[in-house]
T-cell receptor, first 114, second 116 residues
Framework: KQEVTQIPAALSVPEGENLVLNCSFT??????LQWFRQDPGKGLTSLLL?????REQTSGRLNASLDKSSGRSTLYIAASQPGDSATYLC?????????????FGKGTKLSVIP | DTEVTQTPKHLVMGMTNKKSLKCEQH?????MYWYKQKAKKPPELMFV???????INESVPSRFSPECPNSSLLNLHLHALQPEDSALYLC???????????????FGQGTRLTVV
């Protein structure tokens, strides 16, 4: 069964700092990996999707990398802003149960201090 | 437009009530999902509809009944819920679910359900 782990569980940084969030998964036979942002009590906002054949994706100040063979992904946030404060969730899509399903990590709660 | 719309945003219901949650998307997506999320936990998959047919039911109690009237709409009918069913219920959609389809998932803002 696929397991997704996110480290750290919480992170607090001063505004302007660059930061890295980590995600690891146990079964490397994934179809893709998706990073989401969730604000308190709200839904999930898709940030980046990396196909299993890709190594990285970029969107604005965000860069996500994928090393499928080692079961790892990182989300790099450049020049952090207070508006980046949220919980960041990593999810992998695989066929662990015979059909494509997303398995989520528990998230990293990010606080950017002005 | 990458919007998934869920109504209502908040719902309080008694254990003997019957209510429904609604989800709508107009992106032409053919896969739609219901997730349940408890506080400080990741979302848990409940149901998947693919091309308007129920493809996955993650052993969800029968007091939750999904319905997909057409390719744009997804409902979750609730009956005789328990207080422990209180959670954020999230709807999501993707273009498809298969290997040759775009499986990027888009989520709605959720319905905050409280069972009293």
């Amino acid at each position: 069964k696929q397991e997704v782990t996110q480290i750290p569980a919480a992170l607090s940084v001063p505004e302007g700092e660059n930061l890295v969030l980590n995600c690891s998964f146990t079964d490397s036979a994934i179809y893709n990996l998706q990073w989401f942002r969730q604000d308190p009590g709200k839904g999930l906002t898709s940030l980046l999707l990396i196909q299993s054949s890709q190594r990285e994706q970029t969107s604005g100040r965000l860069n996500a990398s994928l090393d499928k063979s080692s079961g790892r992904s990182t989300l790099y946030i450049a020049a952090s802003q207070p508006g980046d404060s949220a919980t960041y969730l990593c999810a992998v899509l695989d066929t662990g149960a015979g059909s494509y399903q997303l398995t989520f990590g528990k998230g990293t709660k990010l606080s950017v201090i002005p | 437009d990458t919007e998934v719309t869920q109504t209502p945003k908040h719902l309080v219901m008694g254990m003997t009530n019957k209510k429904s949650l609604k989800c709508e998307q107009h992106m032409g997506h053919r896969a739609m999902y219901w997730y349940k999320q408890k506080a400080k936990k990741p979302p848990e998959l409940m149901f998947v509809y693919s091309y308007e047919k129920l493809s996955i039911n993650e052993s969800v109690p029968s007091r939750f009944s999904p319905e997909c009237p057409n390719s744009s709409l997804l409902n979750l009918h609730l009956h005789a819920l328990q207080p422990e069913d209180s959670a954020l219920y999230l709807c999501a959609s993707s273009q498809g679910q298969g290997a040759r389809e775009n499986t990027e998932a888009f989520f709605g803002q959720g319905t905050r359900l409280t069972v009293v």
